[in-house]
Nanobody, 126 residues
């Protein structure tokens, strides 16, 4: 059973960099047949796909975020990391990571993914 757990600072000041981690257990992020995706859901809005990384380290990003977003892997700790630059209050959301056995770009249907984390709230405010 694959389990994912997001973690982060909870609150970030505007213009700062947001760093989140997705700790994966039950599978190796590099050798298991999964792709690791990040999503977010702002208050009162739908789920937004942010990007995905493969076990080999190739990453794909949402066009609206690609200038600010980096998804990477900490292979020593079996974690997938998200870095979002220059955050604004519009980046306030619950952030999720998910695993899928196929490469899915942009899909936000939860059933398309095999495993989900429980999400972590991020508030951008001064």
């Amino acid at each position: 059973q694959v389990q994912l757990q997001e973690s982060g600072p909870g609150m970030v000041n505007p213009s700062q960099t947001l760093l989140l981690t997705c700790t994966v257990s039950g599978a190796s992020i590099t050798t298991s047949p999964y792709y690791w995706s990040w999503f977010r859901q702002p208050p009162g809005k739908g789920l937004e796909w942010m990007g995905v990384i493969s076990g080999s380290g190739s990453a794909w990003y949402s066009p609206s975020l690609k200038n600010r977003l980096t998804i990477s892997m900490d292979t020593s700790k079996n974690k997938v990391t998200l870095q979002l630059l220059s955050v604004t209050p519009e980046d306030t959301a619950v952030y999720y990571c998910a695993a899928s056995k196929t490469l899915i770009l942009g899909a936000t249907t939860m059933d398309s993914y095999d495993y989900w984390g429980q999400g972590t709230q991020v508030t951008v405010s001064s």
